[in-house]
């Protein structure tokens, strides 16, 4: 329980510098073609990662939705 207080709060004033300078490594690092040097098991992991993102995101559409399918017009 001690991780869910730590990773569902959102960002403070003073997270706002370690996220700029998180981003602007992430586009040097795509500018430069580091993301070629990515081992096999670093992109398993990416993939099962955003899998599971995905499906998060639609679960929440489909309790927002209240329906499986479409919308309800």
Excluded at 29 to 51: C, D, F, H, M, P
Aim: glycine share 6%; with cysteine; net charge positive.
């Amino acid at each position: 329980m001690k991780y869910a207080k730590v990773e569902l709060t959102p960002p403070t004033p003073a997270d706002i510098p370690q996220i700029r300078s998180g981003i602007a490594k992430l586009i040097q690092s795509a500018r430069s073609g580091a993301w070629k040097q990515t081992t096999v098991r670093e992109a398993w992991l990416n993939t099962l990662v955003t899998i599971e993102v995905l499906c998060w995101f639609y679960v929440g559409e489909c309790i927002g939705k209240r329906n499986i399918v479409g919308y309800d017009v």
